[in-house]
């Protein structure tokens, strides 16, 4: 396919939106499929509507307790995080599998009794006749079977499965009766009497598949994004049942709660009981080493005997320097004595105590005594010389106090160092007992306040458990609806009427979706700029017997009136300007009714006094020439092989059609391309327009031999009939091809086999194509098909 023939196929501007009424006008054309889909579906879903069992809703208003809506006496409950509520964290666990397992197991929601009344069951929670019981049976185990009551002391059993043929077992009321169901207890309720004779379906299920069932059927939500208040919501055949399961659930929650948080309360006073135990051991150990630690130090606080050790040291050390002092005066008057023996001697220097210093002033006295009387030369005074003997006395005296005096000094000095050793060894400990102190007095102050912490704790969970509460409260009780949420009549029988048109609207869609064939005109008209002459509408009448002609001169008939527009549209097609003469029939497929509108077409022609003359030039097959009964006469291959044959041997008249002539194509030639190629094909053409209005050519399919090509050299118009349905859209850019590339002269376009609508007249629509028609064999359909199939 070449980029301009994509072009004109794929033309945006020649593209049509489909027309919405042709549409409608298409489907109802097969409404009798609509109806009959309708009333299958309607009356399934109104039978599905009438089995199935009717389903209610249960709906309960539940507040979760918080720190935030807990009075302020409860609220102390909730200090520990133990006793933290999160409202998505109860949801989890109202849905949780245990607690609807519990709740099924107190209800006994496992079993359940069921009555048929028409075509639906309805579930006898509490009012059923009989309550059963099958002794032995485990939780998971399922049965089912029937029990009708008899009379007041007899009931029968019999399996509900219709394949099962176990007999019916008669078993009296209130005792245990061995069944091929095990044990069963049956025991009347006072709704017995009333079901005399009726069967009561008894149904066990597993208790695992009955949980499942009413978990997944269990809704809760949030009324609110930041409220703590929770809508419950439950499904179930029976109103009674959903909201006692809901009752059920809440009640076994706050249970399970209380036993979790009086647990919690008494796990937690055991532990802080032992704690304080130890604690107060420990405490006890501690004030111990602060006692003894107390008593190392004399009662005295580490700090501040720290501060008298270092005092000390001080006092110690100005004493040292004092003594040092004294000892080098001491040191000084000894050597002054020794070196100075006849001087004074130094008095209060401090050294020696007050009868010394008394001893070195008399000495002093008695020395300038002696150096006064020694001034006038008598040394030798007697009394000089007493005075003399006394001051070496006294010096002597004195001499033996001050070196006293240093030894005394000496003394004080070793004790002092002594002493101050002493202060300072204390004080350097002092830091360390300082840090041992704090350890002690951390350790103290942790274990005490650890101590009074617990103390305090066991305080508040003694209250918890005093005052522990539930965390749901009911805000409006389970409360269920009084008519049955499910199933709706009008859904169901809506759903069913939709499906119902939706089915037949999709498969007649499909199928005109999914069908390549060319459906009409716009097919033509969206693909091909090829001129388009006219439409033949499908005709029966043919398969009815009359005949191949079907026109007539005075018919009304939508066939007749199609054929005119043919004749009218052809003097439009002009060739160098004048009308054409010669009309040749081609297509590319043979079966597309070519001969059936060369004959109406030439008869039509025939009604406006035309002298028309009609040639098969279908060498090969003589589709023709065997319609009109003309197929063992003289014909247009005698003329193109023998040169003796004259025109009138050939021309003949046919009892099928009148006023017209025929030319068959006499004996099949073996050699059709070469005979057509013969110029005395020109010569019968150019003859016979001089004798005939209209030259009508019955040629052969242009997709399958080059006979038609050859013939167009004598032609003055090519009709290319498509027949609807017969031809696939996909072949006609090959058409187009042909009338770009003039390969066939003045082209023009015949649709055939149009579908007429309900209304009787053309249908020019989008999708106002068929089936069927003249020169198509129909397969054989049955009845049922033929019913539904024709218009």
């Known amino acids: 396919m070449t980029n301009q ?62 720190p935030s809506n807990t009075p302020t006496t409860a609220r102390i409950t909730r200090v520990s995080a133990t006793n933290y509520i999160s409202v998505t964290d109860e949801i989890l666990q109202l849905k949780s599998k245990e607690l609807m397992r519990q709740t099924v197991d107190r209800i006994g929601a496992d ?87 009726k069967e009561i379906k008894v149904f066990k299920s597993p208790q695992r598949v009955i949980v499942d069932y009413f978990k997944n059927n269990l809704k809760i939500r949030q009324l609110e994004e930041d409220a703590s208040l929770l809508q419950i919501t439950l499904q179930d055949s029976s109103p009674e049942r959903a909201s006692d399961i809901i009752t059920m659930l809440i009640r076994v929650y706050n249970e399970v709660t209380l036993q979790d948080k009086s647990r919690i309360a008494t796990n937690t006073a055991n532990f802080i009981k032992d704690r ?79 009868s010394v210093e008394k001893q070195i002033a008399e000495y002093n006295m008695a020395l300038l005594k002696k150096n006064k009387l020694a001034q006038g030369g008598n040394t030798y005074n007697p009394v000089v010389v007493d005075l003399e003997e006394m001051l070496k006395s006294m010096r002597n005296n004195i001499n033996r106090a001050v070196n006293n005096a240093l030894n005394g ?108 064939g060319v459906r009409g005109r716009q097919d033509l008209e969206n693909v091909l700029t090829v001129p388009f002459l006219g439409e033949i509408p499908l005709s029966l009448s043919r398969k009815q017997g009359k005949g191949e002609v079907l026109v007539s001169k005075t018919g009304r008939d939508p066939l007749t009136e199609a054929f005119r527009i043919v004749r009218t549209n052809i003097n439009f097609m002009t060739k160098d300007g004048l009308p054409p003469k010669v009309i040749t029939f081609t297509s590319f497929t043979p079966g597309v009714g070519k001969t059936f509108s060369v004959l109406n077409l030439a ?9 028309v003359v009609v040639l098969d030039m279908d060498l090969r097959k003589g589709t023709l020439s065997s319609k009109v009964n003309l197929l063992q006469r003289k014909g247009t291959s005698h003329y193109l092989s023998i ?36 110029k005395r094909l020109d010569q019968l053409i150019a003859e016979l327009k001089e004798r005939y209005d209209y030259i009508i050519i019955d040629s052969v399919p242009t997709g399958i031999v080059a006979d038609a090509s050859i013939v167009d050299r004598v032609t003055d118009l090519t009709l290319f009939l498509i027949r609807v349905g017969k031809m696939d859209r996909r072949q006609l850019p090959e058409i187009q091809k042909i009338y770009e590339e003039g390969k066939l002269s003045n082209l023009a376009i015949l649709l055939n086999g149009v579908k007429l609508n309900t209304y009787g007249s053309y249908n020019y629509g989008y999708y106002g ?23």
């Open 276 to 354: 304080l135990a130890i604690i107060e051991s420990e405490l006890s150990a501690v004030e111990l080493n602060i006692e003894n630690l107390k008593i190392a130090n004399q009662g005295v606080d580490v700090v501040k005997s720290g501060d008298i050790y270092l005092s000390d040291g001080r006092q110690y050390k100005l004493q040292k320097t004092k003594i040092e002092t004294d000892m080098q005066l001491a040191e000084m008057m000894r050597s002054y004595l020794k070196n100075k023996p006849n001087d004074l001697i130094p008095n209060n220097t401090g050294l020696v105590d007050a």
């Open 5 to 66: 023939q994509n072009q004109i196929v794929n033309d945006p501007k020649k593209e049509q939106l489909i027309n919405v009424l042709d549409l409608l006008k298409y489907l109802l054309h097969h409404w009798k499929w609509f109806a009959f889909s309708i009333l299958v579906f309607g009356t399934f879903a109104y039978y599905q509507y009438s089995k199935s069992p009717f389903v209610y809703s249960s709906t309960e208003v539940v507040m979760i307790k918080t």
């Open 769 to 791: 194509y068929g089936y069927g028609g003249y020169g198509y064999e129909e397969d054989k359909k049955n009845l049922f098909s033929k019913w539904f199939k024709r218009t």
């Open 603 to 611: 008869t039509t022609l025939s009604f406006l006094d035309k002298k």
């Open 409 to 516: 000094l000496k003394i004080k000095m070793k004790n002092a160092q002594h002493e101050e050793s002493l202060a300072r060894g204390q004080a350097i400990k002092i830091p360390e007992k300082q840090r041992v102190m704090v350890s002690i007095g951390r350790q103290h102050k942790v274990k005490e306040e650890l101590y009074l912490f617990l103390l305090n704790k066991q305080e508040e969970n003694a209250l918890n458990e005093a005052i522990v509460d539930e965390n749901i409260r009911v805000v409006d009780p389970a409360y269920a609806s009084e008519s049955p949420i499910y199933p709706s009549r009008f859904k169901k029988v809506f759903i069913g009427v939709l499906v119902g048109t939706v089915i037949p609207a999709i498969v007649l869609l499909s199928t005109l979706i999914l069908n390549t």
């Open 643 to 678: 040169p003796s044959v004259c025109i009138d041997d050939i021309l003949h008249k046919s009892d099928i059609v009148d006023n017209i002539d025929f030319a068959p194509i006499g004996a099949i030639a073996p050699n059709p391309v070469e005979l057509l190629l013969n």
């Open 111 to 197: 079993i359940s009794y069921k009555v048929l009344k028409g075509l639906r069951e309805y579930e006898l929670y509490k009012s059923s006749p009989v309550q059963v019981k099958v002794l032995g049976k485990k939780t998971e185990e399922s049965y089912t079977f029937t029990v009708t009551p008899l009379n007041a002391s007899y009931v029968t059993i019999k399996s509900a499965a219709k394949s099962d043929k176990t007999n019916v077992i008669k078993v009296p009321l209130n005792h245990v009766v061995k069944t091929p169901f095990g044990q069963v207890l049956v025991r009347p309720s006072k709704y017995y009497a009333s079901y005399y004779g």
